[in-house]
């Protein structure tokens, strides 16, 4: 690709990207949290400037000057007519790629799950007091009495090991499944918040051989999720200008079930697409 057509592209992508994390940078100096926003940065990964770096993707060719910079960059390689993402770059990440592709497929082809109300974060804060909550910036909206009677009175469904990790104590043995590492493409469900988010992290890991639009479909959507999950929470972010959905009545259960129908219907194609372009990386010699 010449330098005169894909340097308008990734100009163009950077400045798509800026919005998304302006607020971040402007935040971390100052030690301030947001509790949608900063999630994504800090639960994965990946930083402002790795987010905003613009890659074409695996099969495209990056010519010009200005391309030589990528070289600095992990999985790209000289070529005859500029800079390419390379293929060996996949070698000692076979193994993660084939385990997430086959998540993937699974997810795809189970119906989503939809009695959990995103009641995971009810269990991270079951039984604790406002001093011991992970997130004890943030305040509840609701007692602790009100959080153990809706978990113990809704039940609690959560088929994300990331998710049910974090449970207290009390909260693990209510849920209705065992999810661990070796049962996740049993229990993996695209009505899962988690399993939303954890799209960005999979197109993440194999950047920059997967196109950074996609990784950035992926972020939107992540945000997404983060937004809801933090709605539907027993957290106050009022202050972060979200109004809750109140999942401890069933009204809220109502209106949480029409958002969560909602998040699938849009990240479907969002998923398919990752997993096509994550098989067709695997097929690479």
Not at 132 to 156: F, K, N
Not at 193 to 219: E, G, N, Q, R
Request: charged share 25%; hydrophobic share 40%.
């Amino acid at each position: 690709m010449r330098s005169e057509d894909w340097i308008p592209l990734a100009q163009a992508y950077t400045a798509r990207v800026e919005p998304w994390i302006a607020g971040r940078r402007q935040r971390a100096p100052r030690g301030e949290k947001h509790a949608v926003e900063d999630f994504l940065f800090d639960y994965y990964p990946y930083s402002p400037s790795k987010l905003a770096t613009w890659h074409p993707g695996y099969g495209v060719t990056l010519e010009g000057p200005q391309a030589q910079r990528y070289l600095a960059l992990a999985g790209y390689r000289a070529v005859a007519d500029g800079v390419a993402a390379d293929a060996d770059w996949l070698g000692p990440r076979r193994e993660r790629l084939e385990q997430t592709i086959a998540i993937l497929q699974a997810t795809g082809r189970r119906p989503p799950l939809r009695g959990c109300f995103a009641l995971h974060e009810w269990a991270m804060t079951y039984r604790l007091s406002q001093e011991e909550l992970r997130h004890a910036y943030l305040p509840l909206r609701v007692s602790p009495d009100v959080v153990a009677s809706t978990v113990e009175e809704v039940g609690l469904r959560c088929t994300h090991l990331d998710a049910y990790r974090f449970f207290t104590p009390p909260a693990v043995p209510l849920n209705a499944i065992r999810p661990t590492r070796d049962t996740q493409t049993d229990n993996e469900q695209p009505g899962c918040i988690h399993a939303t988010m954890d799209l960005y992290k999979y197109a993440f890991w194999f950047s920059p051989l997967v196109p950074s639009d996609l990784v950035f479909d992926c972020f939107v959507a992540a945000a997404r999720a983060r937004e809801l999950d933090m709605r539907s929470s027993p957290y106050d972010v009022s202050g972060f200008g979200l109004e809750p959905i109140r999942v401890e009545t069933a009204e809220g259960r109502q209106q949480y079930a029409v958002h969560q129908r909602e998040l699938v219907e849009a990240t479907t194609p969002l998923r398919q697409r990752v997993t096509e372009t994550l098989v067709a990386l695997a097929a690479l010699a």
